[in-house]
C-alpha cells in the first residue's frame, strides 16, 4: 500500500514535470513569435522550444500538447513535411482538440489549400465556438478563395470583439481592396477609419476602397457654400484619408480644391485661421504634399499667395517663436513644400520638435524631410541633371509611401524551397537581391525587412523616389539595403560582384541612356540565379500616347505647368470616353505618376529584347508562372507562348498581361 502510494507521488512529480516543462515551451514560443523580437533571438528560442519538448515527448510520446506545439514550430521554420507528421500525431491523440485541428488548417493555408483549410477551421470551431484563431484561420481561408466579402464580415467580427491583430488588420485591408461599394455605408465608414486609424498598416493600400466610400457619401452637389468647410472639418473619414491615402477621382480631386479656395478666403476676409479649420488646412497640406501639388489653383489664390510670400519674408527674417508663423507655414504649404521656398533657410533655425506639436508631421513632410532627402541626393552625379530645374519643375518621390506590408519574418531560402522548390545550397550565407525599377522603394524594403538572410540594391532612375526610401529605411533602420541609380548599380556590377536574385519592378524610361536591362541581369546573375519579372503595366495607354503626341505638336514643355494644363483639360472633361481609363489610375493624381506616363515613359523594347533572351531553354529555365490573382499557370504553355513571340510568328506578346514569371539561370 506504501509502495502504491509513493508510485502515485512519483507520477504525480512527473506530471507536474511534465506541465511546467509544457508551460515554459509555451512561454518561449510566444517570446520567438513577438514581433518585439529581434530574428536572431526567435531561432534561439525556438530552439530552447525544442529542447523543452523534448523532454516531454521522451517521457510521453504521444503527448498531443507537446505533439501540437513542435508541430507549430516546424510550420514556422518552413518544415511543412514534418508539421504535418507531428500534427496528424496529435490529431490521432487528441482527435477532439480544437487547438490541432486549427494548426492543421494553418499548415493547409501555408500548403495553399484553401479549401481545405476551411474545413478543418469548421471542425476547429465545432469544437470550440470562441476559438479565435480558428475563427480568423477561417477568415484567412475564405479570402485565399477570393471569397473577399464573407471574409472581410469575418475580420470585422474579430475587431468588434478586440481581437486586434496585425494580421487581422492586414487580411480586412486586402479584403477592403477587392469590395465592390454601391452606395454610403456608416459600417464600412467606421471599419475605414479603423484601418486608416492603424498606424502600421500601408495606408497608400486603402486608396480605392476609402475613394469609394467619400464617393458615394459626397455623390450630391459639391459645390462651394458656407456648408462645406462645416462639414468637412467634422469628417472624420475624409480627414483621415486626406492625412494617408490618396483619392482617386476627379469629382473628390474638385470637392478637396474647393474646400481648399473656401478656406483660403475664409482666412482672408477673417484675418484668421480659426482653431475647427487647423487639422483640415494640416491635412490639406500633407495631401497636396504627397501628390506633388498636382491639384488647379485660383487667380484669387495665388494673388492671395504672393501676399503671403511677401509678409513671411519679413517675419521670419527677424527674430520669431515657431507659434507666431505657424498658421502662415500652414496656409503656404498648401501650395508648395516649405523647404523649396526662399525663406526656407529661416525655417532651419529650429528642430521638428520645437515646431507646435501638432503641425510637425506637417512641418516634417513639407521640410524637415526634403531637407534630408537633398542631402542624399547630393552625393550621385545625376543630381546635376536637377540643378537646371525650376523649383516647380523638380521631381517627387512616387509612389509616396510610409508603411510596409504586414508580412511574417523569415529566411528568403526557405521561402524559395518552398514556394519554388529550388536548391540554394551552393548561395551564401546572405543572399544578394538586385531590384531593378524599385520606384520609391516599397518593395525593396519590404523584401529587406521581412526576409532576415538578405541584403537589398534597390535601382531607379527617380533620385527622389531613391531618397524616398533611403530615408524610410534609416527611420526603420534597416542596414541592410541601398538606394543607387543606375550609374552606380552598374559601376557596382561591372567591378565583378554579383547577386544571386534579380527582381524588374519598373523599366528604365525612353530617355534612359545606360546600360539595358538584359545586360544587367545577365551580368549581375550567376549560374543558379534567380530572376523574377511582372509583365504588367508597362508601356503606355492610348490617351497617355494621345497626349505625348500633343505635346510633340504643340511643341509643349515636359514642364508641371504643362502637366497641370493636360490635367485640367482632362479634369474639365470627365465624361469623355477617351479619359475613363486614365481618372481610374492613381498616377493621374500626382505630379510624378502624370511625369511618368507623359514625360517619361517606360520603354518596353527592353523588356521585349530581355523576353527573347529568357526564350532560350539552354540558358533559362521557367520555375513559376502566376496571373494577376496569384493562381499558377501552365510553365510549359507560357514558354511555348515566349518561344513564338521570339520568333516572331504573330503570338501575343506577354508584356502587359500581368504575369509574374521566376527564372532560374541555367549556366
Known sequence: MQAQTQLEEVTREQEAAMARRLLQANELYRFANSPDTEPDMRGHARQQVREALDVVLTAQPEHPEALNLLGRVAMDEGQLAQA?????????AAPASGQVLANLGYLALMREEPEQAEVLFDEALNQDRQSAPAFAGKAHALRQQQWFDQAYLHYRCLLDCNRNWDSVYAGMLECARHLDIQ??????????????????????ELSRFVTRLLRQQYAADTGAGDWLLDTI???ELLLLALETT??????????ITRARHALLMEVRDTGELYESRQRLAM?????????????MVTEEEEAFLRELDANLKVELRAPFQPEEVAAGLILRSLYGALFHQPYAQHIGRFTLEDWPQGMQPLMAESYYHKAEEEAYKQQFQEKQDELALAREDLPHAWPCWHNLRLHHAQPLKQELAQSLGIDTSTWPETVRILVIGAGSGQHAMELAHYFTDVEVVAVDENLAGLAHGNRLAREKDLQNIVFWPYSLATRFIQDGNQVQMVEIRQLPSETHEGTPIKTLAQQALDSGGLLHIHTGEHGASRVDVALRRMMERHKLQPTTETLRRLRRMILNNPKHQAYQALLNEPDFYATAGCRKRWFFPEDISQLDALMDN???????????????????????AVVKQLQTQ???TGAQSLVGQGLSLYFQRRR
Open 246 to 255: 490618396l483619392l482617386v477621382d476627379p469629382d473628390l480631386e474638385k470637392l
Open 84 to 92: 504535418a507528421e507531428l500534427l496528424d500525431r496529435a490529431r490521432v
Open 183 to 204: 452606395r454610403a455605408d456608416s459600417a464600412l465608414a467606421h471599419d475605414a477609419i479603423r484601418l486608416l486609424s492603424h498606424p502600421g498598416l500601408p495606408h497608400q
Open 233 to 235: 472639418c467634422t469628417d
Open 614 to 636: 529568357l526564350s532560350s531553354e539552354v540558358d533559362w529555365k521557367l520555375l513559376r508562372a502566376c496571373d494577376t490573382d496569384g493562381a499558377n499557370l501552365a510553365t510549359g
Open 283 to 295: 491635412a490639406q497640406s500633407r495631401y497636396a504634399n504627397r501628390t506633388g501639388f498636382a491639384q
Open 646 to 648: 521570339a520568333f516572331g
